[in-house]
């Protein structure tokens, strides 16, 4: 039945682009039965996991390349319906072409997206992701703001080059493990074939961390979301960005306990990375003077928190429950408040036709619901409790501490990929005993300070950091709403006409599913 | 060699699909000479006539693959023809007279009959002989519009170049009869002449092999051969262009399978030795996939985009054989040619619209069609996908099986790793100078004057059909379990 998830979506969006029918109501209409569907398949398989695995996987008799099998598939699965249903109910484009066109690749980006995360052949699994990426393209160099064209070519050239890192690791992986399905690489693995490790997981992280924009290989990320139209900023940001994520807690879940000994290699290089993504971009966030931008950073910069989750689950050996489940909530509540947020933007920019910080101000006079709803999102992304974000947040950072006792620091000189580069860098010549003695000075500073706190981990002490990315957080949104809705009205702001309900619903929306999933978390464990 | 010798390689029964060929294109010819039908039923004939063969290609008693793309290759050129048969007209005869259309149907018959002759092969003999069949049909066609400088021009460049190449396949036919001793292509031969000779008569067989190899690469435009390419293409008439990146690569790589497959049963036997072979044909990979894409980059005339594709995308062709030793090396690379095939004719059908009603093969002659025409630039879109590998299209497939074909090779020979950045980046480049098209219809707007193209109801057909087939098969294979 999950073949109808594919199917509805590619014929609205031919009927649309082929037949010219009306571009939103169209769209809806699929939107509103991939959202039933979707909703139904969480719910049938949360509550009642034996009910009805075979009935979603095949179709007239056929088997197919698609089930929800995978524990994180009917979560994202959740996300991409929501996500989709609104970036398609608040649907405002500029004329009557432009909502074709802009319908018909958000019903396509959200089809990869659905794609992706129901497959359980590696190939569909890939091949959807990246068909998501041609109407972001366009959409981007034809629709988008700024500088568009050198933009999307930028994204387009990041995201071309990982994917075919991505593919090629992911290749050498099946072909390893004889085995092209993740089911059947589950089954491998029970079977006692282990993956060797170093280059293949390498490649993966490389290929999926930059699609989920890890530190370094983020530039494309900010300014591709800053410049997209609204709905290809909802969805691509809060919905298509999870894949690198799903794929790589995909492999470590099916992977279990060898999943140390194949990423384990590269941890304390991801958590300098992660790091990097929390604090670097964190501050590079505040420094923003246009609320896209800051918008566009700030995405970049809480996927952060769900690389710790995965580098706490790899170091725990696949054991740590909690960090995959935290996970999987903060990706659903990261996706939900983003795509709320930037929904909300676009309508700010259509009120006030400006986004600079400093030109608004005052909003919340004229447009009471408006300040509300962004602010309900704004606290959300912070982490405030009873919001979805906190569950996930929350459920990651104490994940990090599980079966950690003080005094007991993690083994230190095995072989990994960071102690290698620094060897190599101390290696070189005259840079090399300098590096060598700043590195001894970091080394031992370090040291110094994990002491202090009974003898953190590697992994603990990450989090430790990654905790002032709260700080972080809350210093620019609550700037941002502070410049954008209070204080006296600005220029920008009395050119404000007001918003017809219509507009607000599809923020609404999205705020009952923060709202529900933060009240009652036990949804999504 | 013997009359026995021929008669168990083949049977005068095996090539009556050839033979038939042969027998329209003389036909189409006396008809043209007695008869006074408009000149463009012929084409349509001719279209049917491959079409057919193309049917008994796919039968056991003339089963053969790369005839088979070749004779659906040459109908769907011959349609091509039909269409573009305004600006022959003007380019031939000079003003609207038909006069001297009709040979250009006929040549392709024979060329196509060549290909088909070429690809059950099993003798150098044979292998030049079918292979000349198609170059000098090809030679002509290729400066057929004689009142255009361009076409004359590639006329004589790929005269000149192809005879260099036919020298080189003489010369290592020589080679390989002094070493071996006979002109067939037979594992057990090779397996005879790796184990008794002595190290310097297999250098020469390893010269023989290296210069078959390069008349090969010729045809399939494969580095260090491929020089003729952008030129020839820019300049042939546009359906020519069409048979040489279609049927004529083919035919390059029914000749690249003759020559090198009968090494893959050597495989367990004389790993080092069939390693030599593989080796080089990954440095000549690795070469086409950086000259074809690396070069197509900085191209503005469509056609001579799709000149530089089909280097880069000969170069993902020839990394199947560094896979020899699996056993689908051969349905690989005709996967390939078909998904390669299907867009790349699609591609010339677009090209030779535009050209014949906004007058240029610029890039930039593309602009605004998705603003004016949106559903043929969805088409277009299709197969420039396709052509650059985007997923769901029959075009990633092929890419993918390349990939993996690599991925299985390195188990055999771990060495060829360094051939694995060389693929990536023709890849990705590939998303970046395809998408060139793409960006004109869709980004720029039309200019003060461009009308709505008028889309010849056979070129709507092909282009629906040849999307149709490349969304298929791009997308049942990554959603339905095979049972």
Not at chain 1, 10 to 35: D, E, N, Q, W
Not at chain 2, 94 to 111: C, R
Not at chain 2, 384 to 406: D, I, N, Q, R, W
Request: glycine share 10%; with cysteine; charged share 10%.
């Amino acid at each position: 039945m999950l073949i109808w998830l594919i199917i509805v979506p590619v014929i609205a969006a031919a009927l649309i682009g082929l037949l010219k029918t009306p571009g939103r109501a169209t769209a809806l209409v699929s939107a509103t039965f991939s959202l039933v569907l979707g909703v139904w398949a969480f719910i049938s398989t949360t509550f009642c996991p034996d009910c009805c695995i075979d009935c979603w996987s095949t179709i007239g008799g056929r088997e197919l390349w698609f089930s929800l099998e995978n524990p994180l598939s009917p979560i994202m699965l959740l996300l991409a319906v929501i996500v989709t249903f609104a970036a398609i109910l608040g649907l405002k484009a500029p004329d009557k072409d432009a909502e074709r066109s802009w319908a018909v690749s958000a019903l396509l980006l959200s089809t990869g997206a659905i794609g992706a995360f129901i497959s359980d052949n590696i190939i569909s699994f890939y091949a959807f992701h990246e068909l998501a990426l041609i109407p972001t393209f366009v959409m981007i160099g034809f629709y988008g703001r700024g500088d568009r064209r050198t933009v999307a070519w930028t994204a387009t050239v990041y995201l071309g080059l990982a994917s075919m890192v991505l593919l090629v690791g992911l290749l050498m992986l099946c072909n390893e493990m004889r085995a092209y399905t993740f089911t059947g690489m589950r089954m491998a693995i029970e079977s006692g074939i282990t993956p060797s490790t170093g280059l293949i997981p390498g490649l993966l992280l490389a290929g999926f961390g930059t699609l989920v924009s890890l530190f370094p290989f983020h530039a494309w990320a900010a300014p591709a979301y800053a410049s997209a139209p609204t709905p290809i900023a909802m969805l691509h940001a809060g919905v298509l960005k999870k894949f690198g994520l799903y794929g790589l807690f995909t492999l470590a879940w099916l992977m279990g306990p060898v999943c140390k000994d194949f990423f384990g290699y590269w941890n304390n290089l991801l958590l300098l990375l992660l790091l990097g993504n929390v604090l670097w971009v964190g501050f590079v966030t505040i420094a923003q003077t246009r609320l896209d931008d800051m918008l566009g950073n700030s995405s970049v910069m809480h996927m952060g928190y769900i690389f710790l989750a995965f580098a706490v689950y790899v170091n725990s050996a696949g054991s740590n429950e909690l960090a995959i489940k935290g996970a999987a909530a903060l990706m659903l509540a990261h996706g939900l408040t983003i795509a709320m947020l930037f929904l909300l933007t676009g309508q700010i920019e259509s009120q006030t036709r400006t986004l600079e910080l400093d030109s608004i101000g005052g909003l919340a006079r004229k447009l009471p619901w408006l300040g509300f709803l962004f602010g309900l999102a704004g606290l959300a992304s912070i982490g405030l409790p009873l919001l979805a974000n906190f569950v996930g947040e929350f459920t990651v950072f104490v994940s990090s501490f599980v079966g950690w006792q003080p005094g007991a620091a993690a083994a230190v000189g095995t072989p990994d990929a960071l102690s290698g580069i620094i060897e190599w860098l101390s290696n070189i010549w005259l840079i090399g005993p300098v590096f060598g003695w700043i590195f001894c000075g970091i080394n031992s500073a370090l040291s110094t300070v994990a002491g202090w706190f009974g003898g953190l981990g590697a992994v603990q002490l990450t989090t430790v950091f990654a905790l002032w990315g709260l700080v972080i957080s809350a210093v620019y949104m609550l700037r941002a709403f502070r410049r954008i809705f209070e204080g006296n009205t600005g220029l920008a702001a009395e050119r404000a006409t007001g918003l017809n309900s219509a507009d607000m619903w599809s923020a609404i929306f999205l705020a009952f599913f923060i709202v529900l999933f933060g009240v009652v978390p036990t949804l999504l464990f | 060699m013997t009359n026995d010798n021929v008669s168990v390689l083949y049977t005068w029964g095996q090539f009556a699909p050839e033979f038939a060929l042969v027998a329209l294109a003389v036909l189409i010819l006396m008809a043209d000479c007695f008869t006074r039908l408009p000149k463009r039923v012929y084409a349509i004939t001719a279209a049917i006539g491959a079409v057919i063969c193309a049917y008994f290609m796919n039968t056991e008693a003339y089963y053969s693959p790369f005839g088979m793309i070749a004779c659906l290759a040459t109908a769907l050129v011959l349609l091509l023809a039909y269409d573009y048969h305004k600006v022959a007209c003007a380019s031939i005869g000079g003003g609207d007279t038909e006069e001297g259309t009709t040979e250009l149907y006929s040549l392709l018959l024979i060329a196509c009959a060549g290909i088909c002759c070429l690809s059950v092969a099993r003798d150098i003999i044979m292998l030049f002989v079918s292979l000349e069949v198609v170059t000098l049909s090809s030679y002509v066609m290729a400066g057929y519009f004689r009142r255009n400088q361009g076409s004359i021009e590639a006329g004589v460049k790929y005269l000149v170049l192809g005879a260099l190449s036919t020298g080189l396949l003489v010369f290592g036919a020589a080679w390989y009869y002094g070493t071996t001793g006979t002109f067939a292509l037979h594992p057990g031969l090779l397996a005879d002449m790796f184990a008794r000779q002595s190290v310097e008569f297999q250098t020469g067989f390893y010269l023989s092999i290296g210069l078959l190899l390069l008349g090969a690469f010729f045809k399939a435009g494969a580095a260090p051969m491929q020089i003729w390419i952008p030129d020839v293409y820019q300049g042939s008439p546009t359906p020519v262009s069409a048979f040489l990146a279609v049927a004529s690569k083919a035919a390059g790589f029914a000749v690249l399978v003759a020559i090198v497959m009968p090494f893959a049963r050597l495989y367990n036997l004389f790993p080092d030795k069939v390693a030599v072979i593989v080796s080089g044909i990954a440095v000549a990979a690795a070469a086409t996939l950086l000259v074809g894409n690396l070069g197509a980059i900085s191209q503005n005339n469509a056609k001579r985009l799709l000149g530089y594709s089909s280097i880069g995308q000969a170069g993902f062709i020839l990394v199947f054989f560094t896979n020899i030793a699996a056993n689908n090396t051969v349905q690989c690379v005709t996967s390939y040619l078909v998904a390669y095939m299907l867009a790349t004719v699609a591609a010339f059908f677009a090209i030779a619209m535009v050209r014949t009603q906004r007058g240029s093969e610029e890039i930039s002659a593309f602009r605004g069609l998705g603003k004016t025409n949106p559903r043929t630039a969805f088409l277009i879109t299709v197969a420039f996908a396709s052509l650059a590998g985007v997923p769901l299209t029959y075009g990633f497939m092929v890419k993918y099986y390349s990939f993996e074909a690599f991925v299985e090779a390195m188990q055999y020979q771990s060495g060829l790793i360094w051939l694995l950045p060389f693929m990536i980046v023709g890849a990705a480049a590939g998303f970046y100078y395809y998408f060139k098209v793409l960006r004109e219809m869709y980004w720029e707007k039309p200019q003060e004057g461009d009308v709505t193209l008028q889309v010849p109801v056979v070129t709507a057909a092909v282009l629906t059909g040849c999307a149709i087939a490349i969304i298929w098969l791009g997308t049942a294979p990554l959603v339905f379990i095979p049972n």
